[in-house]
């Protein structure tokens, strides 16, 4: 619902414990946008011990190889400094909360490059004692302010300055989203999952601070593991957005939706992969559909650290 941008400052890399990069196309289970693939940040849960991590950085820039490129006093030398931190804790009665911050101060090598940012995460979650249930809310926040150009002066003494006032953009965004989810096994030890978001953008100071969007989504999964090792995944999402910019013509609203199965089956050293996804997108008062896309793969692992492999995707 906002510019449809990977806000990689949004990720909370302080609390991740695993980052997973899944090569080939995944636009069934995950929309046309991961055609090549996606990159899966796992955010850590608690262990049987408290744990509470703290760290911090420092940087300055030194004169320039050309020092005519040097526009800075001493005063006004570029840096960089944060400091983040993560506390994990198993709580009483199948309870797990997470907390996680990250502050950054920056002045850029760049005239006019510069970023504030102070982010908060916190994930918790509920075990039932059967194990078969789990439960949770989690949610993320962040303010920031950004500056930067995108064409400077010259290529020599004036590479490192604006070409002009209307060569740089200044940003000033908050963003916000909270996740409730629930995930269930039944007693054929079949997996289902329901996972909501609200998302909420605001670009501060912004006239009648706008403009500022709204997204609302849902997804429902479900996942059959097979005694062959083949998994079944299939499940359907649905989004409802909106947002408001006088630039943009004032209210608009739509909705995107999807349904998906996919199918991976394991056979000695060889991975095949299949699965088809169908879209419907609203915007005002257009309306399209998707005629129904697929993915095919494969995978062969030829040595203990080898694999050759090829998909097939399409998108709409």
Known sequence: ADRNDIKWNYVPLELA???EVIKGASSVQFGSAALNGIIHVRTAYPSKHPETFVSSFATAYDTPKNPLQKWWTDASRPYQSGIQFRHKERLKNGFDLVLGGNVLRSRGWLNGEYESRER???????IWKDGRKSAGIDGNLMHQKAGFFFLWKNDTTDALIPFSDGTTID???FWANIDPWYTVYDKHSNKH??????YYTLQVGGKDWSPATH?????????????????LVAGFTGNQFFFEDSGLGGMHNGNMGGAYVQ???PYKKWQFSVGLREEL????QLIATSIPVGRAGVN?????NTFIRSSFGQGF
């Not at 999952?193 to 609200?198: E, K, N, Q, S, W």
């Open 263 to 265: 199918f991976d089956q």
């Open 193 to 198: 999952v329901l996972r909501g978001r609200y």
């Open 281 to 284: 997108f609203r915007i005002d």
């Open 17 to 19: 414990e695993q980052v």
């Open 120 to 126: 908060l995460t916190f994930r918790t979650r509920k």
């Open 300 to 304: 062969y692992q030829a040595g203990k």
């Open 171 to 173: 940003m000033n965004d």
């Open 215 to 231: 997204l609302m989504s849902a997804e429902y999964q479900f996942q059959k593991n097979f005694k062959n090792k083949g998994v």
